[in-house]
Each structure stands twice: as C-alpha cells, then as structure tokens.
C-alpha cells in the first residue's frame, strides 16, 4: 500500500531518512541510496530550512508544533517542489521517529500564481483603462466591488457597498429612478442596453460613469440570483461630446449670425456716415452736431451688439499678440464696473506671462464676464479676480477638454451673486441663453467662441444662494512679459488729396463712402460691382488720369467683389493702392490684407476717421 501510494511517505529519525517510498524517490528525483546517505534538511529548499530547522528545535524543547504544513523541498538538481506535511510521531524499529507525508502542490501552487498574475494584470487593466467591474445579489442586497471601483467613486475598500447606499448617497438624485429601473429590467432576463449616470463623489465633483450589464446566473427556478456588470468613467468623454455639440449649435447659428451682421452693417454704415457729414455741415460745437453725437453714441452700441454677433460667426480669426494680462483685466475692469457699487479685489502675480491673445477680442471676454458678474450684485459687492499660470501636460490637456500640451494663463472671475440654478448651468454658453429679463444672450456665447477660437477653454461654476465663478484657460505667449509694452497711440489722420474709385453693391453706402471722402478732401468715382469697376479703373488709367486708390467691398451678390476685382487691377497697375471694406470683418482678409492684393482693410460701419487712416496707410505704402 505504501508502495503504490500517490504521495510521498518518509520515516525520519533525528534528521536521517530511514525510509522513504517510491513516490517520494521520484519527488526527490532521487535513488535509495541517495536519500539513505542524506538528511531531511538536505532536500529542504534553502529559502525554507531555517522554518523546518525550527520546527524540529521547538518539537525537541517540548513544545506544541502544527502537525500540518505548507513549504518547499528541492530536488537533487535543486529545483524547488511545494509540498504539504503532515507529520505523526511513531515507534519504529523500537525507537523514536517521525512519519511524514508529503503531497506534491506543485501544479496547485502553479495555478494559483498564474490566477494572482491574472488578477495582477486585470487591476493594472481596468486602473489605466478607468473599468472596474461590480456583482450584486438581489435576493441578499449584497454588492461586491473591484479596487477600480472604489477608486472611481473615491471611496476607501474597506467600506461595504450596498444598493441602497448606492441609491442614497453616490448616484444624483435626478438618476436614482432610472438607475433603480435599468437594474430591475436587468433582472427580468431581458436584453439591457449600457446606460449612464451621474455620480455625486464624497468631495464634491460629479462625474459620470456608464454601467454595463454583463452577465446574469439564474438558479434552477430561472430567477437572478446574481448579477455581473463593468463600469466606466465617461466624464471626459461626455465633456467632449457636450463641447462637440456646443460648437455645431454655435458653428450654425454663426452662419446666420453672420448674414444678419453683414446686412445690417451695411444699413449702420448709411446711418453712420450721414451722420457724420451732417455733423460737418453743421459746424463743429453747433446745437445740431451735439444733438446728433448723441445719436451716433447709439449707434456705436448698435456696432457693438453687430461685432458680438460677428465674433461667434464661422471664420472669425483673432489678430494674435503679446497681451499683459494685467492691462486686459484693469481696462475691462475700468469699462465693465465704472459708476456701480461693485468692486473689483485683483490678485495678478508679478512675473504673469502675456497672453498669445487679440487683444480686442479677450477684452470683450472680460468685459462680458465682469458685466455680469456686477448684474448678478445689483446691492454692491466685490468681484474678485485672480490670474496664474498653468503648465499642461498631455494628461492635464486631457482633463482640460482636449487642450494642446503647453503654458496657459488661468483667469478665474468670482462674484457673490444669487448663483445660477443646476439646470441652466450646461446652457449659459449657448446662444440667446439668458436669465435676464433684459438680456440678448449673446454675451457669453461670445466669450465662449472667442476663447474657443484662442485655443482655449472657459466653463463656470455656480450655486444658488452662493455665487459665480467663471473660470478661462488662454495661451501664454512666448514673449516675456516684462517685454510686452502698450501699443503707440495712433497719429490722427490729416486731410487727403487725390482721386478715389468707391465699389460698393449698396447705393445707398457707395454714396455715404463717397461723400465721407469728398469731406476728407478727396475726388471720388463710383461703381457697383468688381466688373464694372476694373473696367472703369483701366480707362482712368489709360486716359492718362489715373485713380489715385480705390476702396472696395469684399463681396457683392450676383457678381465680382473685391477680392477678384483687386486681383485683375494690379494685373494692370501692379503699383494699385487699395482698400477693402465689408460687413464681415471676421472675414481673413482682415487679418492680413496684404495676402489677398489689399493695402489696408476697414469694417463697416466705418467712419471718416477709419477711410482716412487706411487710405493714408495705403498712399504712404507707395511712396516707400
């Protein structure tokens, strides 16, 4: 019996084995003799002998030992075998020794390393690819959970989870039903689709988590018994989709925008500009040119509310500067809370980098922002603004809405407002959004297009009862910020002289334009389109009476605007001076005329001051 046992069976006395049966010889990979010529401590592992050593000097003092144990024995080759001891003290041969029986763990102790491996790899997968898995048993209410999820709700492992736990505290409220729903319907047997939640986390942050159903064991009656599933935090993801989302409604509505602009800077350049010539006639400090400066401050309101609805509009690009951010914030500041009961606490760090920025465009972010912050304290208080730098890393732009690696400046703006509810805080970007009885809606969806546009993000926090704050993240220039200076006030614009070609498909602002610059001391010709003012161009100039410039609209309905007109002028005449004007200044050939043919490039509705600087810049350009 002893022979054909399958486990190893030794009889040792002291430390010598006496006898040692077949399976043991083959555990050992050794012969008889071998095992008769040695110790039992010599086909100990070398790692375990000290144990085994031990155990013999305590069993030698008298004291209590386990007669059951787990360790390792080598064979002669010295290779290590896992074996379960089970030891009984016996007579033999009529002295004292030791039975032993050894039980090869080997293929035990392979499979459990592999599982621990694989449950090694598993937490490593489901850490870098933010997936924990999860079980629940109905009929206990028992909730089990991987280390992932209780890292992705920022809860401590020790804690038991429960659903009721779960539907008490961690998912928002607004979910808890539907989440309550998804769970009884996957406990019907019937197919369930992954859906996705909100998760309030014990600090505060909401993000949220996608559950995916998995797999159900049903006991012999077919009812659930236990149900398997993975989740997954989705909230970058879902921010992504929000701001993809964002910019389509805005990309849309910015095509409209623009149309809506184009034509109605047409009609305020008519207004503008007769405006402006009646005030000539009349008399600089006369009665009826101070009646009608009142007027023409409307109307550069009404320019305003035109450039906000451009800045939103598809193509808008910014003329990109070195920008002191402190000089953004004290002139916005100035403009956004001058006459109120509302203060502003800076906090600018000395050595701030300058933002790569237009710095009109930020401004009217400012602006915006502070204007509303000051509106939400109609009883006075402080804003309080504060700017510091930020270094984004790959990980940090993705946490920053997919941002590009780099240097940024953070400006976050807080007011001790009424706050703004939960539900209308994902819409305070969108367009004609607003919560003020006289608000457009358009203030922050421009600010929220031009940040987008700089290449960075802007998104708020508020809570009723408790305040605002709108926090922006721009790019930082490269130029040091002890470089950045203000800009040289521009020399006012002398008299001209001289003939001037005015295209424009609008009589009504072809003849404005043209009167503007008789006033300026200009003679003028006018045309309606490109067509006809190229052929008009070329007969002055081989009549030996040239036109000294010409200023044209960029585009006209139904035929050649400016860009195409320009372009076969200067095949002509390459010493061609002209200007181009439109409605739609976010248009790129106002960014860098001279790339499309242009000397210089004026936004309607203009006035006399702007045709007369760009006119001179373009007629200076010759002569250089």
């Not at 003799?33 to 100990?44: M, N, R």
């Not at 790692?47 to 024995?73: F, K, L, N, Q, T």
């Not at 916005?332 to 050595?351: F, H, K, N, T, W």
Request: one cysteine or more; a negative charge; proline letters at 5%.
């Amino acid at each position: 019996m002893v022979e054909s046992a399958v486990e190893g069976i030794l009889v040792v006395q002291g430390a010598r084995i006496v006898e040692a049966n077949p399976f043991a010889l083959r555990l050992f990979r050794a012969t008889a003799e071998q095992v008769a010529a040695a110790d039992y401590l010599d086909f100990t592992y070398p790692e375990d002998r000290a144990m085994i050593e031990e155990r013999y000097r305590r069993r030698a003092a008298g004291e209590p030992v386990d007669a059951h144990s787990v360790y390792r024995v080598q064979d002669t080759e010295g290779h290590p075998i896992w074996v379960e001891s089970h030891r009984a003290e016996i007579d033999w041969d009529g002295s004292p020794a030791t039975l032993i029986f050894l039980t090869d763990l080997t293929r035990h102790k392979r499979t459990e390393d592999a599982l621990k491996d694989s449950l090694a790899n598993l937490r490593m997968t489901q850490q870098v690819g933010q997936l924990g898995h999860w079980i629940w048993e109905p009929s206990t209410g028992r909730v089990v959970w991987s280390e992932e999820m209780y890292r992705m709700f920022h809860l401590s492992a020790e804690q038991p989870m429960s659903l009721d736990r779960l539907l008490g505290s961690l998912i928002h409220p607004e979910d808890r039903e539907d989440y309550g729903k998804a769970m009884r319907t996957a406990m019907t047997g019937l197919r369930m689709d992954p859906f996705v939640h909100r998760a309030i986390l014990p600090d505060g942050p909401i993000r949220y988590v996608e559950v995916i159903p998995w797999e159900r064991d049903l006991d012999e009656a077919g009812r659930v018994v236990r149900l398997t599933g993975l989740a997954r935090d989705v909230t970058e993801k879902r921010l992504l989709e929000e701001e993809k989302q964002k910019a389509q409604r805005l990309e849309s509505l910015g095509m409209l925008a623009a149309g809506i602009a184009h034509d109605f800077n047409n009609l305020l350049t008519g207004l503008f500009g007769s405006m402006e010539l009646a005030v000539c006639k009349a008399g600089e400090g006369s009665e009826v040119a101070e009646e009608l400066r009142h007027s023409a401050d409307a109307f550069e309101r009404m320019r305003l509310l035109t450039r906000q609805l451009l800045t939103f509009a598809k193509g808008g690009v910014p003329e990109k500067r070195a920008v002191s951010v402190g000089k953004l914030i004290r002139d916005a500041e100035r403009l956004a809370l001058s006459g109120s009961d509302v203060g502003c606490l800076l906090s600018i760090p000395e050595g701030l980098p300058a933002l790569d920025a237009d710095e009109g465009q930020v401004g009217q972010v400012l602006h915006n922002v502070l204007l509303n912050a000051r509106q939400a304290m109609p009883g006075g208080g402080t804003i309080r603004v504060r700017a510091s730098p930020r270094i984004l890393d790959a990980s940090a732009s993705r946490a920053e809405g997919g941002l590009t690696p780099g240097s940024y400046v953070l400006i976050e703006i807080a007011d001790r407002g009424s706050g703004i509810p939960a539900e209308d805080l994902p819409k305070v970007f969108d367009p004609f959004f607003t919560t003020k009885a006289l608000g457009n809606g358009l203030g922050l969806a421009t600010a929220y297009s031009i940040v987008k546009r700089h290449g960075g993000r802007i998104w708020m926090e508020s809570r009723v009862g408790e305040g605002t704050t709108v926090r922006m993240l721009l790019p930082a220039s490269a130029v040091p910020a002890k470089d950045v200076g203000r800009p040289a006030a521009a020399e006012k614009p002398a008299m001209g002289r001289g003939r001037i070609l005015v295209m424009d498909d609008d009589a009504l602002v072809r003849a404005v334009i043209a009167g503007m610059l008789r006033s300026l001391g200009y003679g003028t010709g006018e045309t309606g389109d490109g067509e006809t003012a190229v052929r008009e161009y070329g007969e002055a100039l081989r009549s030996g009476a040239p036109y000294d410039a010409v200023v044209l609209d960029l585009t006209v309905p139904g035929g050649m605007g400016g860009r195409e007109a320009v372009e076969r002028m200067r095949r002509d005449d390459p010493g061609l001076r002209a200007v181009v004007t439109s409605g739609y200044s976010a248009d790129p050939v106002f960014s860098d005329p001279a790339r499309y043919g242009f000397d210089a490039a004026v936004a309607k509705p203009c006035r006399r001051e702007d045709l007369s600087l760009a006119l001179e810049a373009a007629l200076r350009s010759r002569d250089l």
